[in-house]
């Protein structure tokens, strides 16, 4: 069975190394300022003239209240009227782009991320929407996976009601942890009614997909208190489950300073977590999809996964890898061919520019040969556990084990330890490798040596 994991303590120690997620390669530590909007521009008359989907992202910044583990791109405020000039800016971008792309590209794959997207009043929300439907080709048959993220304590069943109303199928909950203590230790005060709440009105409303995230190795977690949070969970029901390993970066992430080290977890406590919430899950019937993603089995993800059509991008595990991602927003990301941008991270920085009628795009990469080539690699085994070289081979025209001869003996070494198999034709992460998937994969990454390690957070 793919969903297989064989837990393997002693592996896992030896192989939990800092390193990237891999939602792209190259990752965006390689992204550098010589990329600009003309490359953007270039980008997009390729995507027109080849005619490929869409999926859109669009960041919305704001949240009205901190979360102290938080390391996403946010702006704390109580002020809503903040919004507005921050959505004039945001449909100046939308209208920018389109203009460069072919009205009859299809928008397969939608998202709404933030910060809070849920801040926004309803009349915005709206606005949003029609703005983006009068720009991009928005489908109307509720086949595209059109998600958005979700504050509990931001929605109530008549926000539920317009998103579904505005064409939105999918929700992604935030959710975190149970325990009240654990909320308090990082200011987020969410309670269990409030989440189902959220939960009860998606189902009834007839969304199509619920995914609920959790968080393990915040303050004053303990192998218990986190179990009994996953019990609840798993009586919620949802789709898929997303199970972070909080990495503790204070140095880079100024809310983070406001939690109390000395009452996070030890690494053997995160170890057990981790451990327990696995067989949890798979008891209860949820696939491991790979890195921190569960899913039920007839969930698209789990499907793909079995028939190795399974992709990864920004947006993490998703069956819209094929589509251009176009992202809006400050600090959004979009990978058009072979093509990483990204917008301004600074909110005043990316409204000023936009001011003048230019985009805010400030850095990205051009991806080579080489890239392409391990990102192919990479993708095949974060996502599928496996590699036919046959199919490199033929894609590139390249003899694999030639071009990656000097990274044969860590393969083996893995291959000794039970990692991977190393066959004649192929690599197999096999069950004990799982879990470490991406030490797999950090072995083609031809970067990683070049940046310091504690910019990323650890495989396990």
Excluded at 158 to 169: D, I, V
Excluded at 264 to 287: C, D, N, S
Aim: hydrophobic letters at 35%; proline letters at 4%; aromatic letters at 8%.
């Amino acid at each position: 069975m793919l969903d297989a994991i064989r837990w393997d303590t002693d592996l896992i120690r030896r192989y939990d190394l800092a390193g990237p997620r891999y939602t792209s390669y190259p990752t965006a530590a390689q992204f550098n300022s010589q990329v600009g909007t003309f490359d953007l521009f270039h980008a997009l008359r390729d995507s027109r003239k080849a005619q490929r989907p869409l999926s859109l992202y669009v960041h919305v910044p704001f949240c009205a209240n901190i979360c102290y583990y938080c390391a996403c791109n946010k702006v704390i405020t109580k002020d809503r009227g903040r919004a507005q000039p921050y959505l004039q800016r945001l449909e100046q971008e939308i209208q920018l782009i389109a203009c460069h792309l072919d009205p009859t590209q299809k928008v397969e794959q939608l998202h709404f991320g933030g910060g809070t997207p849920t801040f926004l009043s309803h009349d915005e929300l709206r606005q949003l929407m029609a703005h983006l439907r009068k720009h991009f080709n928005l489908l109307d048959d509720d086949s595209g996976d059109y998600s958005i993220e979700i504050d509990p304590r931001e929605a109530d069943w008549s926000t539920m009601g317009l998103l579904r109303e505005l064409g939105f199928n999918r929700v992604s909950i935030g959710l975190q942890d149970l325990d009240p203590a654990v909320q308090r230790a990082v200011n987020r005060l969410q309670s269990l009614e409030e989440t189902r709440a959220v939960i009860d009105a998606a189902r009834t409303l007839q969304f199509r997909s619920i995914n609920i995230d959790l968080i393990y190795g915040l303050p004053k977690q303990t192998p218990e208190n986190f179990a009994r949070t996953v019990e609840e969970v798993i009586h919620l029901q949802p789709d898929r489950l997303s199970v972070f390993n909080y990495a503790h970066l204070p140095e880079r992430f100024m809310p983070q300073r406001r939690i109390n080290s000395n009452e996070l977890p030890t690494p053997a406590q995160k170890l057990e977590m981790l451990h327990r919430t696995i067989e949890q899950l798979i008891t209860a019937g949820y696939r491991y999809i790979g890195m921190d993603h569960f899913a039920l089995p007839d969930d698209e993800l789990a499907i793909a996964q079995e028939e190795s059509t399974l992709q990864r991008n920004f947006q993490g595990y998703t069956t819209h890898g094929h589509c251009d991602l176009v992202g809006l927003g400050v600090s959004a990301i979009s990978q058009i061919g072979d093509l990483y941008c990204q917008n301004s991270s600074d909110l005043n920085e990316y409204q000023n520019v936009l001011a003048t009628s230019q985009l805010a795009t400030c850095r990205g990469l051009l991806c080579n040969a080489d890239d392409r080539l391990r990102r192919a690699v990479i993708q095949q085994l974060i996502c599928n556990f496996s590699l036919e070289y046959a199919d490199i081979e033929q894609a590139f025209n390249i003899d694999f084990q030639g071009y990656f001869g000097d990274l044969w003996p860590q393969l083996q070494d893995m291959a000794k330890d039970g990692l991977i198999e190393l066959d004649r034709d192929r690599i197999t992460i096999l069950p004990a490798g799982r879990l470490l998937v991406r030490s797999v994969c950090m072995v083609f990454d031809a970067y990683l040596e070049q940046h310091s390690r504690q910019r990323f957070s650890r495989v396990i």
